[in-house]
């Protein structure tokens, strides 16, 4: 398995994008003024040339009314068509946000400190060992750990698609993590690592003495009446609900037919992209999330606060969950992305500073030239 945001590595790069058509004047707006057959296209080059079953990509203006658009097929061979915004699927790393926000609501609660070291809550967990022997949990801070600036290895760089098939304890990816090299002093660089939000994840675990689903649900999902999203225990390989199938390129055979990979084991991604939700329940998310629903502005504003992030491209920054990036029109979007190699499915969502929402999201893994494709259409939907 990839990085569960490989996107988020490299891909998530929008200042390439093209951004295609415009929008009326505000005054004139009758009704979302979102420019339909300039997204479809994108979609249906995804669903032609890049061979991805199904794609959608789904518009809430500011005013939250919604457009969808949607491209292909909920499945090979079955005829069906790509469902539609209440259709679930695996949001891979834009769990990431809802992992940062039940962090902050335990801020907000004075249980925990941003600047405090990840020992102060999890004492004797993170502690390298073998090549990682210089891994110290007492100077690895919480801000660091959702801002990906504690050096912690990716636990995923060290994963093959085998050891994907069984329910496995958060612990267990974190000392997978641990017995490897830093990537720097901790505060000292910026680098993806999904092993920052499993400690995240079990941080939230030790305060709320919840598992980590049924405290996000209670802390994020609950309170902004996200209906259709869930978090799938250890053990449900299964989508609940309508949904289309997931696919992915066959290793053996690259030029074959997909690989059918709708079922999977979510522990692997755990607090860093096992959740399930809806394009509709991701925008109200994000809208929810910047209209001061869930956090204080002045915790908001702590998740907002940003670093450099080279890997995303020029001028793209990170926070505390939230990546900021350019837009081709001008501005920028506050936004994550992720995929699932083993889940076989990416998506992008986020918010930009009109507060038009957009998430879009593609059934099938199939090379990178889906993906930036898939970016496009992000890019699209907030400029057109």
């Known amino acids: ?82 469902v539609g915004s209440a259709g679930r699927f695996r949001i891979a790393s834009v769990t990431k946000p809802f992992t940062a926000v ?34 110290d949990g ?33 612990a267990e990816l974190v000392r997978i993590a641990l ?40 802390l994020v999902i609950r309170p902004v009446h996200l209906r259709d999203t869930y978090w799938p225990p250890a053990g449900e390989r299964r989508i ?8 992915t390129l066959n290793a053996s055979d690259p030029a074959g037919p997909l690989v059918d990979v709708t079922e999977f084991e979510p522990s692997w991604a755990g607090a860093a992209g096992a959740m399930v939700s809806t394009p509709a329940d991701l925008n109200q998310f994000w809208q929810e999330l910047f209209g001061g629903r869930l956090l204080p502005r002045w915790a908001l ?18 926070g505390l969950g939230v990546a900021r990036l350019p837009l081709s029109c001008g501005g920028g979007v506050w936004a994550h992305g992720g995929d699932l190699a083993g889940g076989g499915v990416a998506n992008v969502s986020g918010l930009d500073d009109s507060g038009r929402a957009a998430t879009v999201y593609i059934t099938a893994l199939t090379g990178g030239a889906s993906i930036d494709h898939m970016l496009g259409t992000f890019d699209t939907a907030l400029c057109s």
């Open 240 to 247: 609940r609900g309508p949904h289309a199938r997931n696919y």
């Open 301 to 318: 504003n702590q998740m907002l606060t940003s670093v450099l992030a080279p890997d995303l491209g020029p001028k793209a920054e990170y």
């Open 138 to 170: 007492r100077t690895i801070t919480v801000r660091q750990l959702l801002q990906n600036t504690s050096g912690l290895p990716d636990y995923v760089s060290f994963l093959s698609p085998g050891d994907l098939r069984e329910p496995v304890e958060a």
């Open 1 to 82: 398995m990839r990085s569960t945001s490989s996107i988020a590595r490299s891909a998530l790069v929008l200042a390439c994008a093209v951004a295609l058509a415009s929008s009326a004047p505000a005054a004139a707006e009758r009704g979302p003024v979102i420019d339909a057959e300039a997204i479809r296209a994108q979609l249906d080059l995804i669903t032609s040339t890049d061979r991805v079953p199904g794609a959608l990509a789904e518009v809430s203006d500011r005013r939250r009314r919604p457009v969808t658009v949607t491209s292909g097929t909920a499945g090979l061979g079955t005829g069906l068509p790509m």
């Open 179 to 218: 017995a490897h090299r830093p990537d720097f002093t901790p505060g000292d660089g910026w680098q993806y690592s999904n092993t920052g939000y499993v400690l995240a994840g079990m941080l939230v675990e030790r305060l709320t003495r919840k598992d980590i689903g049924t405290a996000v649900t209670e």
């Open 102 to 135: 039940a962090v902050m609501q335990l801020v907000v609660r004075h249980q925990v400190r941003l600047d405090a070291p990840i020992e102060t809550y999890l004492p004797g967990v993170v502690r390298g060992t073998g090549e990682g022997h210089e891994i």
